[in-house]
């Protein structure tokens, strides 16, 4: 198995060294609206996409959600497939998954009050952590990998630019707890703890060099 991979390297070689790099960079605003939790979310983003054979490659990305912290920082990888539509114009479509450490945006908490100042109801919605983060000195999933999927059009500007706009369609899970609570005992009722998974769409754009 092992001199199988070797080899198939080895084939690969002088196609991607022959092969066609872009660097891009750009922008997208996320949208996400989780039982009523709703959400917006800008991030800058650099990618690197490489072909391999054909209208086939591999893109390699870094996005950072443009908030103060350690927070909001994810690593992308994806196959890519361009189809060209004119000598310009050209699709591009991508499956993949994207990993980092979610930035506390994507939590909301809730409490409820009677006119007198009790506590009657309270609602937590959070994103589900799924992964660990190496040399993360909390143990345990800390940190988040969920599939992402994207579609752009893109478009030849001016000698190596080339700018895409498009979509991203990411899939995050999340855990919803909520009850009711009686102020007088404390007992808890209308006990709600679910997870769901939820379609979190984003506008996507970026100015790309063809190296």
């Known amino acids: 198995m092992k001199k199988t991979a070797i080899a198939i390297l ?19 605003v996320l949208y996400g609206n989780v039982e009523g939790h709703k959400f917006t979310m800008f991030s800058a983003e650099l990618k690197y996409e490489q072909s391999i054979w054909k209208n086939f490659g591999l893109g390699f990305g870094l996005r950072k959600e443009t ?49 007198g100042g009790n ?3 309270q609602k937590w919605i959070y994103l589900i952590q799924n992964a ?3 040399f993360d000195k909390i143990k345990g999933n800390t940190g988040i990998l969920y599939p992402l ?24 899970k999340f855990g919803i707890k909520s009850c009711s609570l009686d102020h007088e005992t404390w007992q808890a009722y209308n006990i709600v703890d679910k997870k769901l998974w939820v379609i979190i769409p984003s506008l996507v754009v970026h100015i790309g060099y063809r190296l």
Do not use: F, H
């Open 119 to 121: 506590l009657i109801a």
């Open 149 to 172: 999927a994207t579609i752009s059009c893109g478009t030849r500007i001016w000698k190596r630019l080339v700018i895409e706009m498009g979509l991203k369609i990411q899939m995050l």
């Open 10 to 28: 080895i084939l690969l070689i002088p196609i991607i060294a022959n092969a066609e790099g872009v660097i891009k960079v750009g922008t997208s």
């Open 132 to 134: 660990p983060i190496p």
């Open 67 to 115: 908030r103060w912290g350690y927070s909001g920082y994810y690593l992308s990888l994806y196959p890519k497939l361009t189809m060209p539509l004119s000598k310009k114009t050209y699709l591009v479509t991508s499956i993949g998954a994207e990993y980092g450490i979610a930035s506390s945006d994507y939590d909301y908490y809730s409490r409820n009050y009677d006119p």
